[in-house]
């Protein structure tokens, strides 16, 4: 899953109000922005298989580290243990920790059985990514959910707040659509490359949050 990820971020808003939504979204996909740096390094391995899947054609054959539910929860205790010593806020690190697991299990819908439950183990996945149409309904549901959950909870305190929210969505499809109707990634260095500019939406979506402010008495009941 692509956009789903950012959809929960947005909707963790509301009840992390205080939590920058670049923190959030950081967390959201943590295990998708640790994963192309694992495999430009050759710690995890995928192989691109045109066909192997309706909406996906890699091959995801070794990645414990990144996308094991071990990994994930580890990762999660982690992400969010650090929040908690630089923020000191317990409800909103257990939210940052909860989103980096979160990850793994909306991985669980749509992947095939290639996830891990812990390194050498069982390998579970539903495979959604088998149809096409239940993929784009998925992500739809999980994104523009979020997203009206993001846009009720906030308002733009001027045009940057406004217009750089959209401008944002308009790119997240654009690369979603892009990635699901293109020619797969011609090598795996390629892919791993593109990969990594995932990093490139946490300072973007950060920015976009500091010109949006919190509605009604959202951050008197979290943070």
Request: proline share 7%.
């Amino acid at each position: 899953m692509f956009l789903g990820h950012y959809g929960l971020a947005f909707a963790a808003k509301r009840a992390a109000p205080r939590t920058s939504l670049g923190t959030l979204t950081f967390a959201a996909q943590w295990l998708d922005e640790v994963w192309p740096v694992l495999l430009l390094l050759g710690v995890e391995q995928v192989r691109i298989v045109p066909g192997l899947m309706a909406a996906s054609p890699l091959d995801f054959t070794h990645y414990p580290i990144s996308h094991s539910l071990l990994a994930a929860v580890g990762w999660g205790a982690l992400i969010g243990g650090i929040y908690q010593l630089a923020r000191h806020s317990p409800r909103a690190a257990v939210i940052v920790g909860a989103l980096v697991v979160s990850h793994w299990v909306l991985d669980l819908i749509v992947h095939g059985p290639d996830l891990p439950l812990f390194p050498g183990g069982p390998r579970v996945g539903l495979g959604a990514w088998n149809s096409v149409p239940l993929t784009i309904a998925l992500e739809a549901v999980f994104y523009l959910g979020g997203l009206a959950v993001y846009v009720r909870a906030t308002s733009a305190i001027d045009r940057i707040g406004r217009y750089a929210l959209w401008l944002l969505v308009v790119v997240q499809v654009a690369c979603y659509a892009a990635a699901l109707v293109g020619p797969p990634p011609p090598t795996t260095h390629m892919l791993g490359v593109s990969a990594l500019l995932l990093w490139i939406f946490i300072p973007w979506v950060a920015w976009v949050d500091q010109h949006r402010a919190v509605v009604g008495d959202a951050v008197r009941r979290g943070g």
